[in-house]
């Protein structure tokens, strides 16, 4: 398993657990120390445990020695990064292409070259060329085996997921169903659990990746648009997502309104499929919309947190509940609190904040001026207005009468909807949240 990141090390421990052996190979020395010494470089729940056990049943390592992990394995994942391009929103891959030139070079038998990384259409063609150039003597073949795990959930969804997508080279004989076998093979498991695995061409299964995550994305802008429609007729966004997802054609899951998706995968992905679909002469117009939608209310709702202060936060304090781009990650790729803190220091506000899992990745791109707190009463204390911009569980169960105790002001933003907006009220607060009527 190359890179040892979200993907590379659940997926790796996961497959351990389903009782293959493992090597994952991590570059970055302070990832790669942090393994080697039993601790976890990502805030993930249940991962801890589940690596202490295969590292201790000897299935699992970690190392930084590429070609010792590739001699003799049946199958080499390349989990690596694949971030948006600066300019042109494409998926940046040559931390794949770059892993594949040296996974060719340690090969010394026949082996499938497998990517996770979620990468554009035509990468697992490039992908053979390179290969095929860098070892013209060595006996391999691509595949396509794109991840659909959520951060903070990534165990079960690994576990249990809905499908697994397996694309392989259709074209070259023989090739198709010696890749396929050993894919088969790692997931047995699953195939126990009657989970459905699709098996397409590799093109296809790269676009799926795009596919399934660009639709999500454009069904919470849905929701987002709805929840500002709301606002303006008197409705109510979360009747209007329960009912129409009780439609099973629609689905309740991904309609809860919120500041914009954000994380390191839906808005470098929905860029990318705009881009692989310009640059295909077929542009993906819900996409690009969905795009311009999430980055435009990232900005509005600083606006709206201004606007709800009269218009200026110029000396106020606010407290800020949560910061990571989603509860239960640390990760703050793209998160809504970046925009959103951004825009509020510019206009002068004081900024408290918390957050149960992200303090110390947020440091390095939040403002410098930004005081961190220590849990979320520290945060409210003093503060003129408080904003709660990720929902963690345990902001949900905070007492009112508490944070009234602590806070300077009466003022509460919920972009999240985590309280009732009743209680909150009763409690002597003014309060607005997204999509519901005051
Ligand atoms: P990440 O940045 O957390 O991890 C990538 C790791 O690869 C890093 O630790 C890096 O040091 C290491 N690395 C880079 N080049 C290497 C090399 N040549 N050899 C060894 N290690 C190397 O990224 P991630 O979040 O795990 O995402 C990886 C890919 O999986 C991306 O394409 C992403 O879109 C996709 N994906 C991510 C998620 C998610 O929830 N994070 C879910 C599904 C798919
Ligand atoms: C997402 C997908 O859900 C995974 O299936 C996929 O594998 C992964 O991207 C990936 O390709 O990396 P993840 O980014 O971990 O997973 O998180 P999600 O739970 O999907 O949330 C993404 C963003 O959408 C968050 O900012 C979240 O707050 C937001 N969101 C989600 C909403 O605003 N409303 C919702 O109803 C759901």
Redesign the pocket.
Known sequence: MIGGGYVGLVSGTCFAEFGTDVAIVETNPDRLTALREGRIPIYEPGLDRLVAENVEAGRLTFGDDMAAAVKGADAVFVAVGTPSRRGDGQADTSYVYAAVEQIARAADAYTVIVTKS?VPVGTGREIARIVRETRPDLEFDIASNP??????NAIQ?FMRPDRVVIGTDQYKPGGTERAQTILRKLYRPLYLLETPIVFTGLETAELI?YS??SF?AMK?TF?NEISDLCEKVGANVNDVARSIGLDGRIGK??????P???????PK?TRALTAIGRNAGSPVRLIETTVAVNDQRMKDMGERIIAFANGDVHGLTIGVLGLT??PE?DDMREA?SIPVLDMLDRAGAHIRAFDPAGMTTARPVLPQSVTYCTDALDAARDADILVVLTEWNEFRSLAPEKLAREMKGRKIVDLRNIWDPKTIKEAGFEYISLGRPD
């Not at 991840?147 to 903070?152: A, C, D, T, V, W």
């Not at 914009?260 to 839906?266: N, V, Y």
């Open positions: 979620t991840e659909f795990l959520r951060e903070g969804d990746k399934a995550n999500l919470i929701i899951k991904f309609l809860h309104p919120s914009g998706f954000g994380g390191s995968c839906f992905d781009f989603k990650t809504a």
